[in-house]
């Protein structure tokens, strides 16, 4: 921009020029243990929705979209197939592979039927009021209310999702599967994300090979 301010170059050869996004820090990531008790800390209302981004990954942007026909407790799945944008409201997922299953676990499905008993609609938003999703606003400040009064470490929904990866990483999930769960668009962008929280030395990928065939042998 000098340069042109001064007349030494007639364009701005980096007008127009999309630089990639920056990766400092990683992002915080739960431990088993916490996240266990962040969700406790929090009030009861808001529990079902910070355990949905924790322990099955959607994106806020599915959590605000998701209604209770995209709940299936008795088959223990739950079928991303909208998003939500601030601007334009419900919208179809950013690609074909945003639409996908993730498995409802345990530790979860007491949350949504919680959830579900709560529900003024059964056929509105899973985390809102009627058609209207949640605020997220709102949900950051409730929660961060609560997480500073338990003296635990705030977290955001988006870390919240990375907690899941890692809690699928920790727990065996293959990447491939991890990547399908995710909504991402291909395995590598899974393995940049999550890469270094799988097992990369000899003496994990030995641990994991022999109590793989002590299973098999059992």
Request: glycine letters at 8%.
């Amino acid at each position: 921009k000098r340069a042109v301010a001064k007349g030494q170059v007639g364009v701005n050869p980096t007008t127009g020029l999309s630089l990639p996004a920056v990766r400092g820090k990683r992002d915080r990531i739960a431990s088993p243990k916490e996240a266990c008790q962040l969700i406790g800390a929090l009030p009861a209302e808001d529990r079902p929705l910070w355990a949905t981004a924790m322990y099955a990954g959607l994106r806020r942007g599915e959590l605000m979209a998701l209604r209770w026909e995209d709940v299936d407790l008795a088959a223990g799945v739950i079928r991303v197939e909208r998003s939500w944008d601030s601007k334009e409201g419900e919208i179809e997922p950013k690609s074909a592979v945003g639409r996908r299953t993730v498995p409802i676990a345990t530790v979860l499905r007491h949350h949504l039927v919680e959830q579900r008993i709560r529900a003024a609609d059964p056929e509105g938003r899973v985390f809102g009021t009627g058609s209207q999703p949640f605020s997220p606003t709102r949900v950051r400040v409730r929660a961060s209310k609560a997480w500073t009064k338990a003296e635990l470490e705030p977290i955001t929904l988006h870390e919240a999702r990375h907690t899941f990866a890692s809690l699928m990483i920790a727990a065996g999930v293959n990447a491939k599967a991890l990547s399908t769960y995710m909504g991402h668009a291909n395995i590598s962008i899974t393995l940049d994300r999550y890469g270094h929280l799988m097992p990369g030395n000899e003496a994990e990928a030995a641990g994991l090979l022999d109590a793989y065939l002590n299973r098999a042998a059992a």
